[in-house]
């Protein structure tokens, strides 16, 4: 297009009238080209054509013989909207029909491609025969008020939004509120009632509208549900968890609550309070402290058998074994063959039953006679029980390798205790015409999920500390692992006395002892081929007196 030619005063059509003189017609249309409105006439004798243009229209930046024209010849058609130029089309032929007034709002092009909104006003001009023989119109730029309008659209979208997810947060509250098996209070900046929810109504028996507006205290019994102390310490720290209180039924009855109040800033409410119903939490508690007594009591009177095993059965015992040994040294041929067995048999008896009265005190003192931990060397602690049991293993032709061992808290009689069973265990327990192999190793853990993923002890409890598993690994008669949980009760043997010594109590003792350090003990084994005994305590004890 040809660059912007400015419109004159002299271009504009001579038989342009405003049915004014000469000179107020001048004057009028200078008035008119002043103004940032554009104005403009259409002939409508014959063919449409633009007959005057105000110079406003040159913000356009198009030439102004685009302008003038014929028809489709003019410039109109190609800056407009395409659907708002269709639109016009079929709306002219309607007003043409009936010589109405016309108002548009459309879309057009200036020549830089911005797109701006446009408001037509026009109506028709009659000549002196009455005919129609123009239209005359204005038109205003309402681009700004569009994007304003658009702009406010957007903003109201957004708070029609707003208002939806707060109406659904709302019914959220709602929800929780109604499904919440505590009692929820809102109180109000004076200590009054606002709402409550179903939980507070089943709980304390009125009904909403009987509390709604009512003073905390008619459900605290007191003028306020707080202590001046415990009141301070809520504006100190906008909340209070677990205050224990009683809270008044309607009924007259009270129940004991834990109460946890938050302040809520900025709004009507003050307060919500949440109470928790404690009543059967106080019973099982009082419940725990009676068993706790009664455990105590029955503590003792394991004490008392412990001390009447320790010196009244064994003192029979020991007469029995020493009237044992005179009979046969000074009557043996008295006796005879028969006799002499019958001595044997009960000599035999009472050392068993001795053996078996040690072995029920050493688990009974697991407890009660335990010493304070203190730093104990394993390594020490097994090399001793090497030493303890080296005849043991030059009879049965074995072999004890001890490898790197960590240093524990621990009970150090213990510790020798547990291992020098396990170890003893492993050497007795061996299969004929096999050398007993026994293997002592440790693993150091820093973490129990570590632990955990190994597979080596999945039940292990204690606090998050690390911890050392030492395994003690044989090449004996093994045993099916479907009596795994069996061979650590009191009592319980697997193999005939005839097959092997013992009472039955020694891993029932290492259970114990490992309890006792905050540990475990667990075994795997294939019958025929050996076990394998995990041992897992912390390295260090929270506590020294256990």
């Not at 109504?201 to 509208?209: E, P, Q």
């Not at 808290?409 to 170890?423: G, K």
């Not at 003893?424 to 004929?432: C, D, E, I, T, V």
């Not at 350090?517 to 019958?527: D, I």
Request: aromatic share 8%; net charge negative; hydrophobic share 35%.
């Amino acid at each position: 297009m040809n660059e912007i030619t400015p419109i004159q005063t002299n271009q504009i059509p001579p038989n342009l009238s405003l049915e004014r003189d000469d000179v107020d017609a001048v004057d009028f249309k200078k008035f008119f080209e002043s103004l940032s409105v554009m104005f403009y006439i259409v002939s409508t004798k014959g063919e449409k054509r633009v007959t005057y243009l105000s110079p406003a229209f040159e913000s356009l930046g198009y030439p102004v013989e685009h302008w003038y024209g014929e028809g489709k010849k003019t410039i109109f058609h190609q800056i407009m909207h395409p659907e708002d130029y269709k639109m016009i089309l079929e709306e002219n032929e309607k007003v043409d029909r009936v010589a109405g007034e016309t108002d548009y709002e459309y879309r057009i092009y200036t020549r830089s491609g911005e797109m701006r909104w446009w408001k037509d006003f026009s109506r028709p001009h009659y000549d002196e025969r009455g005919e129609m023989d123009k239209w005359v119109g204005m038109i205003y730029d309402i681009t700004d008020q569009k994007l304003a309008s658009e702009e406010l659209g957007k903003a109201n979208k957004k708070l029609e939004s707003s208002a939806a997810k707060l109406s659904s947060a709302y019914n959220l509250v709602e929800d929780i509120l109604r499904s919440m098996a505590d009692p929820v209070i809102a109180v109000d900046d004076h200590g009054y009632i606002e709402r409550v929810n179903q939980a507070t109504i089943d709980t304390l028996g009125y009904s909403a509208d009987e509390l709604k507006g009512q003073p905390i205290g008619i459900i605290t019994g007191t003028e306020t549900y707080l202590s001046d102390e415990e009141f301070n310490q809520l504006l100190r720290e906008a909340r209070l968890v677990g205050l224990e209180k009683d809270v008044v039924r309607k009924d007259g009855t009270t129940l004991r609550v834990a109460i946890s109040t938050s302040l809520l800033k900025g709004r009507n409410t003050a307060a919500v309070i949440v109470a928790k119903d404690i009543s059967s939490r106080i019973e099982y508690e009082r419940q725990m402290r009676q068993y706790a007594r009664k455990l105590e009591r029955t503590n003792i009177e394991l004490q008392d058998f412990a001390y009447v095993a320790s010196h009244d059965l064994q003192e029979p015992l020991r007469k029995i074994q020493a009237f044992g040994d005179r009979l046969q040294t000074k009557h043996s041929e008295a006796l005879g063959e028969q006799g002499n067995d019958y001595i044997e048999r009960m000599r035999d008896s009472a050392s068993r039953m001795q053996r078996l009265i040690n072995d029920l005190l050493s688990f009974s003192r697991v407890n009660s006679k335990a010493k304070p931990f203190e730093t104990v060397d394993m390594n020490v602690i097994m090399s001793e029980i090497a030493s303890d049991l080296e005849i043991r293993t030059e009879q049965t032709n074995g072999r004890i390798e001890i490898g790197e061992l960590p240093t524990i808290d621990a009970d150090p009689v213990q510790m020798r205790q547990l291992f020098q069973n396990l170890v003893g265990n492993s050497l007795k327990f061996h299969r004929k015409d096999v050398s007993p192999v026994v293997k002592i190793s440790a693993e150091v853990f820093e973490e129990l999920d570590s632990l955990a993923d190994s597979g080596l002890d999945k039940d292990f409890v204690g606090s998050a500390r690390n911890v050392c598993q030492i395994t003690v690994s044989d090449n004996g008669i093994g045993f099916e692992e479907k009596y795994l949980d069996r061979i650590f009760t009191v009592f319980q043997r697997l193999h005939g006395r005839s097959e092997y010594e013992g009472s039955g109590i020694g891993l029932a003792v290492c259970r114990k002892i490992a309890d006792r350090h905050e540990g475990t003990v667990h075994a795997e084994s294939k019958l025929n081929e050996g076990s394998m005994f995990f041992v897992t305590l912390p390295i260090k004890q929270l506590s020294k007196e256990k």
